[in-house]
């Protein structure tokens, strides 16, 4: 199969190459997901309980219920925990020495609480993208 670049160009008259004639904006839609607020208006709640997605918006009626988060801000969660707790945890035991159950202590809820802050933030950043890029039926 051939590819041809020319059925995927915008016209003119102001389309997106998918032609849709809405091009969406994908850092401020990232932003108002990280807020939890929805991505179309940035005003409306995007979730009704701790990581349940609203159907719609309540204040611009956007459907929202097309998001396909899944495991992906779980995924994201833990790999920014890992990848801050991990270096500090080494540094903090060379550097302090700490008795180890105040050590495990420190870094349990330290971690438990970053990712309890991350994965709610990181679930409207993904539906924020998934709404930008048109992914899903958005």
């Given at each position: 199969m051939r590819y041809d670049p020319t059925h995927i160009?915008?016209?003119?008259?102001?389309t997106s190459p998918i032609g849709d004639p809405e091009v969406r904006?994908?850092?401020?839609?990232?932003?108002k997901g990280w807020r939890r607020k929805c991505p179309h208006c940035g005003s409306?709640?995007?979730?009704?309980s701790y990581l349940k997605v609203n159907d719609t918006c309540t204040v611009c009626r956007e459907e929202l219920h097309h998001h396909r988060?899944?495991?992906g801000p779980a995924y994201l969660t833990?790999?920014?925990?890992?990848?801050l707790m991990a270096p500090l945890l080494?540094?903090?035991?060379?550097?302090?020495?700490?008795?180890?159950?105040?050590?495990?202590?420190?870094?349990?809820?330290?971690?438990v609480a970053l990712s309890l802050y991350?994965?709610?933030?990181?679930?409207?950043?993904?539906?924020?993208?998934?709404?930008?890029?048109?992914?899903h039926g958005f």
């Open positions: 160009q915008a016209e003119d008259n102001g904006d994908l850092w401020p839609a990232l932003l409306g709640p995007l979730l009704c988060a899944d495991d833990i790999l920014i925990v890992g990848h080494l540094l903090v035991f060379e550097t302090f020495r700490p008795d180890p159950l105040i050590l495990f202590t420190i870094f349990a809820v330290g971690c991350l994965l709610p933030r990181l679930k409207g950043a993904i539906v924020g993208f998934q709404w930008a890029r048109h992914m």
